[in-house]
């Protein structure tokens, strides 16, 4: 009983790991969906397309703050 309990859990723990091929994909799959989303309103606000800071508005922006340049 005890196994069956514990290989039960083990493989609903493994079931959510994902490869870092997995994770990156779904990192850029994120990204690109922030980009769409707030980009240009990052730049709007005087970031520069394509660079760092413009990337960090862009992966901080949030719908429920309004995003502001300091």
């Known amino acids: 009983m005890k196994a069956s309990i514990a290989l039960a859990l083990g493989t609903t723990f493994l079931a959510g790991c994902a490869t870092p091929a997995q994770q990156a994909a779904r990192f850029e799959q994120n990204f690109e969906y922030r ?27 949030s719908p429920y703050q309004h995003t502001s340049h300091h």
Request: aromatic share 12%.
């Open 35 to 61: 980009v769409q989303t707030y980009g240009a309103s990052c730049e709007k606000i005087g970031f520069k397309r394509d660079t760092d800071p413009w990337r960090h508005c862009v992966m901080t922006a």
